[in-house]
C-alpha cells in the first residue's frame, strides 16, 4: 500500500523558495527567540531592524525545509535552536553586529502581577489623564494622594509602589498599566547565528553590552599600570612613564657620589 503523500500548497512553496533564496544569498542567519513577546513589539523591532536585516517568522517545517533545500551542510548547524517560538533573520551584516542590534534595540514593557521590579518603581506627580471614579481607591489602596482638578486626577506626591527586587502587586500592576508606566524593557533574545562567508555556526549567542564594557574597563585598569611599569610608551602611558622617569631621577639624586677635591679631602 502507497503512503499518501502530504498535500503542500503553493503559498508554502512560495514561502519556502523565498526562504531558501534568502539562506543562498545572505551572509548571516540570525535566530532570536520571541516567547512571550508581543506580536506588536515583535513588529516594532522589524522596523527597527528596515535596512539592516529582512525578519520573517516562519513555521518550523518551512524554514527546516528551506535550509535544507539550501544545499549548504554547515548552515544545518542552527537547526537545534528553531523551534515554533522564533524569527529568523537574514543580513549582510556580522552576525554578532546583527545580535547586538537586537539587544540595543530594547522596547518598553508593561508590568505583570509576580514580576521582580528591576528596580524602585515611583509614580510621579503631576496631572494624568484618568478621571474620578474607581481609579481613586485604586490609587489610595497604594497610599497614593490624589486631588480632582479639572475633571482629572492629580497624584500630589510621588510614591514609590513597587520596591526593586521585590514582587509586583495586581493593584500596582494596574495602576501602572492605567498610568502607561512601563518598568520593564524587552527585546528579541539572540540564541544561534551562522555566517556564511566563514561557513560557522555560533551556538548560545549572548550580549551583553553592560557586561562587556565593564570588563573592559577591569581590563585597562590592570593593563595602564602594567605597561607602565614596563616602560610601553603609548598616548596613554606616555605621561605616567616621564612622571615615573622623573621621580626616579629625583630618588637617585639622593646617592649621587660625593665629589673629591686635589688636596684629596672630601
Known amino acids: 500500500m502507497t503512503t499518501p503523500k502530504a498535500h503542500v500548497t503553493e503559498g508554502k512553496k512560495k514561502v519556502v523558495k523565498e526562504l531558501t533564496d534568502l539562506v543562498k544569498k545572505k551572509r548571516t542567519i540570525l535566530i532570536a527567540s520571541i516567547k512571550n513577546i508581543p506580536a506588536s513589539q515583535v513588529q516594532e523591532t522589524v522596523k527597527k531592524l528596515r535596512g539592516k536585516a529582512i525578519v520573517k517568522v516562519p513555521k518550523k517545517n518551512l ?3 528551506a535550509i535544507n533545500d539550501s544545499g549548504d551542510e554547515k548552515v544545518k548547524g542552527i537547526e ?23 539587544v540595543k534595540n530594547k522596547i518598553p514593557a508593561k508590568a505583570k502581577p509576580g ?14 489623564e484618568l478621571v474620578p471614579g474607581p481609579a481613586i481607591s485604586e490609587l489610595g489602596a497604594l497610599g497614593i494622594q490624589v486631588q480632582i482638578d479639572k475633571g482629572k486626577i492629580t497624584i500630589k506626591a510621588p510614591k514609590v509602589i513597587a520596591e526593586k527586587g521585590k514582587k509586583i502587586s495586581q493593584g500596582a ?15 528579541l533574545v539572540p540564541l544561534a547565528g551562522y555566517d556564511a562567508h566563514e561557513k560557522k555556526v555560533y551556538l548560545n549567542i549572548e550580549i551583553d553590552r553592560d557586561k562587556a564594557l565593564e570588563e ?31 621621580m626616579n631621577a629625583k630618588a637617585l639624586e639622593k646617592y649621587e657620589t660625593p665629589q673629591i677635591n686635589e688636596g684629596g679631602n672630601n
Open 115 to 128: 514580576q521582580e521590579a528591576p528596580e524602585d518603581i515611583e509614580v510621579p506627580a503631576g496631572p494624568t
Open 216 to 246: 573592559l574597563k577591569k581590563a585597562y585598569g590592570k593593563s595602564l599600570p602594567f605597561a607602565v611599569e614596563i616602560g610601553y610608551p603609548s598616548s596613554d602611558t606616555i605621561k605616567f612613564i616621564l612622571l615615573k622617569a622623573s
Open 63 to 65: 524554514i527546516l525545509k
Open 80 to 102: 537545534e535552536k528553531i523551534n515554533e517560538n522564533v524569527a529568523v533573520m537574514f543580513s549582510d551584516i556580522d552576525c554578532f553586529d546583527l545580535a547586538a542590534e537586537l
Open 173 to 187: 500592576a494596574d495602576i501602572m498599566a492605567k498610568l502607561d508606566i512601563k518598568p520593564f524593557s524587552i527585546s
